[in-house]
């Protein structure tokens, strides 16, 4: 691949948009298609604003709506999906016709979605990737990006052998969005950042704050210290590696639990602000179905299969279901609730 690579953005909130504009300024050949009919009218009369901490930047963009999908005739080198986890299987089904003979597809995506993108395209058109991008979006075609490229991070690997030694075409791709390292076990660098997430996501959105304010509620940051080293143990008995993602320097040294504050830590100090809100408080505010269960609930599935216990993640879980049926609402008040589901779910036998 080279400088006439077709590039797709399949999912352009605001992670998709962001990376896509930062494609498409550094000269790239770049299609963005995402399911919001007024967000790719938007992109199309005024292109994507993407206001940062320190500039605002608007980049002229091509955009599409899904039904264009089915009039293209041009296929696509790459294919970076930046959809919610639970829609990587009908995604990547719409995709595949336009994947070119020897493309890829990337899931940029919380969760652990490698499989589902494989089981569709084959090992041969796959990479697993872990993105680390905080920003927001409320208006059609306006993002707002806490974490500008120079401050975000990305990681690509192979899990196949089918793809050994492409992974730097998609670096050399990415490295216009942010800091790019290439994984020699992408499985485990994957269940490394979900570590993150089940720390960060679904405790602060259950409470409607932001991620650091979620810390300082009291006996908050133990619990989300649970979720996260829950989160560690299930991926250590799934053959994972506590390994260093997101520039740690450390890692494979430290147990569960403190893997889980030195990860944690840095997501805090170095890819958020006081301000950031997780995806999943995102979607829960815009009336959408979060990722809880493909985060919170992948840690619970994976420590069932495994005979471990999850409780902490398992509480989240279950309010997080109730809030997204409209049968409870996001707020402090919860905070008791999670606690003392927590301890009610660590007595059940698993």
């Known amino acids: 691949m080279g400088t006439g690579t077709r590039i797709a953005v399949l999912g352009t909130g605001a992670n998709g948009a962001g990376i896509a504009a930062d494609l498409t300024r550094a000269g790239l050949d770049v299609s963005l298609i995402d399911q919001w009919p007024e967000h790719v009218d938007a992109m199309r009369r005024g292109g994507i604003q993407v206001t940062m901490p320190d500039r605002t930047e608007t980049t002229r963009v091509q955009a599409y709506q899904l039904c264009d999908v089915a009039t293209m005739t041009k296929t696509f080198d790459i294919v970076f999906l930046v959809v919610n986890a639970y829609d990587t299987r009908w995604a990547t089904e719409l995709i595949k016709p336009l994947l070119a003979d020897d493309g ?5 995506q919380n969760g652990m979605t490698v499989a589902d993108v494989l089981s569709i395209v084959g090992p041969e058109h796959t990479l697993g990737a872990v993105i680390e991008v905080a ?28 793809t050994a030694g492409r992974e730097q075409e998609v670096a050399d791709v990415l490295r216009h969005a942010g800091t790019v390292e ?38 908050m940051w133990d619990f989300m210290m649970e979720c996260g080293t829950e989160a560690a143990q299930a991926a250590v008995a799934d053959g994972a590696h506590l390994r260093p993602v997101l520039g740690m320097e450390q890692g494979g040294d430290l147990g569960p639990a403190e893997y889980t504050k030195e990860v944690f830590g840095r997501v805090l100090s170095s890819f958020s602000t006081e301000s950031t809100q997780g995806s999943v408080l995102q979607d829960l505010i815009k009336g959408r179905r979060s ?34 049926l409209g049968q409870r609402r996001y707020g402090l008040h919860n905070v008791e609730a999670l606690f003392e589901l927590r301890d009610e779910l660590t007595h059940v036998p698993q």
């Open 104 to 108: 890829l597809v990337i899931g940029l």
């Open 135 to 162: 920003s927001n979006m409320w208006e059609p075609g306006k993002v707002n990006r806490q974490t500008p490229p120079e401050a975000s991070w990305f990681a690509v690997g192979s899990v196949s052998p089918a």
């Open 182 to 219: 290439i994984s020699d076990d992408i499985h485990s660098s994957k269940w490394m950042k979900l570590i993150a997430n089940a720390a960060e996501h679904g405790p602060s959105a259950v409470l409607n704050v932001t991620i650091h304010a979620a810390t300082q509620v009291p006996g």
């Open 291 to 324: 990722e809880i269960d493909d985060i919170h609930g992948h840690v619970v599935r994976t420590a069932e299969r495994l005979g471990l216990d999850a409780p902490a993640n398992a509480a989240v879980v279950q309010i997080g279901r109730k809030i997204e």
